[in-house]
């Protein structure tokens, strides 16, 4: 029976899973194992060696070849070594590339510390104004990498919009749909040739792995990747995939509760007096309401606001939570809360960082699915801490 015609909940639990020939057990098995035997010289199953290709890893990438309605997935051992093995495969020195300004950090990285120095340049933009994009391309420009909704203020690029430039070029298109994945955001429906996921993030979701994918229709492309993992030694290790597989089967019905309990938390930021601004592409108020619908099939699981009392007011909240964990990365079962300007976008140059819209107050929660009534229970009692703080010292003044 072809799993094409099924609807998203049975994609996740049955979608490309491959079967257990051996025992057939439920579960497709761990192969933990290195190398493979030989039948004879010349002869095997089709398995040599994990850095090549691993059962376990196959089964991955069948079931989010599912997911993403492509022919087949390449499964990376972190979302780094998918976007590092990507950009090996597509640009060599003297190429040229258009990437979002709000991209992952590490992504900004890969570009300064190792693909610029071979002759590979990026120009980060705004791709939120396509405008930009038309005036960034150059006779060399290969690549197009986007990632919408950016981190950490959620800015939206128009994925349709630039898929019709770039074909217009013949330059390939990629969208980083980590915050979202497949469930919320189509980048192939809306003309992307390629689709990047950190599997650590909603698509394991459990916080228990790191992992990247990639994914397109071009099955030549497919081919390039394989073999440039496997030069480069990138590929997922059984194990993680293993687990991976496990978190998959739930991921739309995580989905719909992180995007009920992240509009709940944004609404009751809102209306929060030591609130400035609330940025979440569910509520009325963002200014990318109407793309976002359009685009989307939800708001997703991330939530960023801006305290009115700044960086002093933000460390003290972030200091006084007592049920969300400080800490980085996103996407799992547990509330995450993070300081970007301290933490994820420490890095970026000051003035960079207020151009794009992260202040020194703005805090990132990837809400997860504890029960939202508790969350904001303790998001009130750090923020309201901070308050009765500030204004104890006001008073003293
Ligand atoms: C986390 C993340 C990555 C990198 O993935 P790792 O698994 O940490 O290497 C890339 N893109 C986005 C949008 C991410 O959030």
């Known amino acids: 029976m072809s799993t094409k015609s099924f609807r998203e909940a049975t994609i996740a639990i049955r979608g490309g899973r491959a079967l257990d020939s051996h025992a057939s057990s439920i579960l497709f098995p761990l192969y933990q194992t290195g190398n493979f035997v030989h039948d004879a010289v010349g002869v095997d199953k089709g398995y040599s060696y994990s850095r090549v290709s691993n059962p376990t890893v196959d089964a991955l990438e069948g079931s989010l070849a599912a997911l993403e309605g492509t022919p087949s997935a390449v499964s990376f051992r972190t979302g780094m070594a998918a976007i590092t093995t990507l950009c090996?495969?597509?640009?060599?020195?003297?190429?040229?590339?258009?990437?979002?300004?709000?991209?992952?950090?590490?992504?900004?990285?890969?570009?300064?510390?190792?693909?610029?120095?071979?002759?590979?340049?990026?120009?980060?933009?705004?791709?939120?104004?396509?405008?930009?994009?038309?005036?960034?391309?150059?006779?060399?420009?290969?690549?197009?990498?986007?990632?919408?909704p950016g981190n950490p203020t959620l800015k939206i690029t128009d994925i349709q919009a630039i898929s019709r430039i770039a074909r217009r070029h013949s330059i390939l298109l990629a969208v980083d749909n980590t915050f979202l994945t497949p469930i919320l955001q189509r980048p192939f429906e809306l003309g992307a040739d390629i689709s990047i996921l950190s599997t650590t993030k909603y698509i394991d979701g459990h916080n228990a792995t790191v992992g990247g994918s990639l994914a397109t229709h071009d099955e030549q492309l497919t081919e390039r990747l394989r073999l440039i993992r496997k030069t480069l030694g990138t590929i997922q290790a059984p194990f993680e995939a293993w687990l991976t597989l496990q978190g998959i089967k739930t991921l739309p019905m995580r989905l719909r509760l992180h995007c009920a309990g992240a509009l709940r938390i944004a609404k009751w930021l809102e209306i929060h007096p030591a609130v400035k601004y609330v940025f979440y592409p569910g509520l009325p108020s963002f200014p990318q309401q109407a793309l976002a619908a359009q685009q989307q099939r939800g708001g997703g699981g991330i939530v960023a606001f801006e305290l009115k009392g700044g960086a002093e007011a933000a460390r003290q909240t972030l200091n006084r939570l007592q049920l969300c964990s400080r800490a980085e990365s996103l996407g799992g079962v547990e509330t995450l809360v993070t300081h970007p300007s301290t933490t994820t976008h420490a890095d970026l140059d000051p003035d960079l960082r207020q151009a794009l819209g992260i202040s020194d107050g703005l805090i990132r929660i990837s809400v997860g699915l504890e029960d939202p009534e508790d969350l904001i229970a303790d998001l009130g009692q750090a923020i309201a801490a901070t308050g009765s703080h500030l204004r104890a010292r006001k008073d003293k003044l």
């Open 88 to 148: 090996f495969s597509l640009l060599r020195s003297g190429d040229h590339a258009i990437l979002s300004d709000v991209i992952y950090g590490g992504t900004m990285r890969l570009f300064r510390e190792v693909l610029n120095p071979l002759g590979i340049h990026g120009d980060f933009i705004d791709t939120s104004n396509t405008v930009n994009i038309e005036a960034s391309i150059r006779p060399e420009t290969r690549l197009i990498l986007i990632e919408t």
